[in-house]
């Protein structure tokens, strides 16, 4: 995962903060947009879960905080329900912008209906994702209940909630009112999944019946069982992504990984658009070599002679294996580290010409178990014997042919 801080400006020129979130081994196929929970901000724990099981998918994910709360800026006692929809369409906007737009929104309670109203604003939107979502925006009164008869009367309320205090206005309370939650969703068009806990105490699961019965297909719902409003448990918001990145994959555009087809033990392929990025089918399975950022790659994978050490490191590994278990020694494990370079000989007589220099691996052999000195350099001696070793020291040939 590769974990970037961005920022963006909303309707109102207030720069929001945000993290960038992206696969570790590939371009994303797709970016997502997340809207976190009422007063919550980019860095809750379920937000950051959800966010990499979708980047361990191949998915792009921008988290942001709404104005005025988190990194962001702006006076949150300014805000209201329609204003993190605006900042939603702002984060797509920038998404398109600087990368790709998004297809797919996400939107974890009061931010779940917001993401659905701003689903239907934003063209690029294929699927919307809601967790924990309220059947309307209304329903967040009952959190400041302490504080509506203050808010009717006086215009304001500083209201506690989850042991911060937030002051609210009767401007968000009338913006709430004007939004129906149900036109919405009736006519939203887009692929609609619905997640919620039969035990969520916060926004009943009534509320997802209501917005699932309101929506057209294609739709959805997965039920959240055992788990909490704000999926403080790990597992839960783990599961909560991959459910997200495996049903919405129907809906978006994923390009597939090339069947690559020999009759050879490997074959490697690039395209003009990849950069450095090499598709491989090694045997019967497939990887991806790259070059590090340093000499223009995107180091998606490792560099072809990274790929040499590691035949080498391997074959060393296994071949000590299969002695010691002919042997029956008590060798518990076995570690092979090996790097490349260029470096003079050891017993070079012209090191100050460049051209004395030649291709060097270094191994270092790690080795756990009960094992006598004699076994050890005998285990040492037999790492030299492994066949890719060998074939390192011999002379070698490449017969290159056209296809």
Known sequence: MSLSKISFTNTEGQMLSGRLELPADQHPHNFALFAHCFTCNKNLGAVRNISRALTSQGFGVLRFDFTGLGESEGDFADTNFSGNVDDLIAAANYLAIEHKAPT????????????????????????????????????????????????????????????????????????????????????????????????DTTVGIKNAEEIYLAAKHPKSFVTLDGA???????????????????????????????????????????????????????????????????????????????????????????????????????????????????????????CEDPTAKIDTFIREIKLEGNLDEKQINRILQIADKCPVHKTLHSETQVITTLL
């Open 104 to 199: 797919l929104l996400i939107g974890h309670s009061l931010g779940g209906a917001a993401a659905i109203f701003a689903a239907a604003q934003i063209d690029s939107i294929k699927a919307v994702a809601t967790i924990g979502a309220p059947s309307d925006p209304t329903h967040v009164q009952h959190l400041l209940k302490s504080g509506l008869e203050e808010i009717e009367t006086h215009g304001k309320a500083v209201v506690n909630l989850s042991g911060r205090d937030f002051t609210i206005k009767k401007q968000f309370l009338d913006d709430l009112e004007t939004k129906s939650l149900f036109n919405i969703a009736e006519n939203l068009g887009k692929a609609l999944l619905v997640m919620h806990s039969p035990q």
């Open 228 to 350: 909490d409003h704000l999926l403080m448990n790990k597992k839960d918001s783990i599961y909560v992504g991959k459910v997200i990145a495996g049903w919405s994959s129907r809906y978006m555009d994923i390009p597939t990984t090339p069947q690559l087809k020999t009759t050879h033990q490997v074959v490697a392929s690039l395209g003009n658009a990849e950069g450095y990025t090499t598709q491989l089918k090694v045997g019967d399975h497939y990887i991806v070599a790259d070059e590090p950022e340093s000499v223009g790659g995107h180091d998606f994978g490792p560099s072809p002679y990274e790929l040499v050490s590691a035949g080498l490191s391997a074959c060393t590994a296994m071949t000590i294996k299969m002695y010691v278990s002919r042997k029956n020694w008590d060798l518990q494990n076995v570690e092979v580290h090996t790097s490349y370079k260029k470096s003079h000989a050891a017993d070079c007589e012209n």
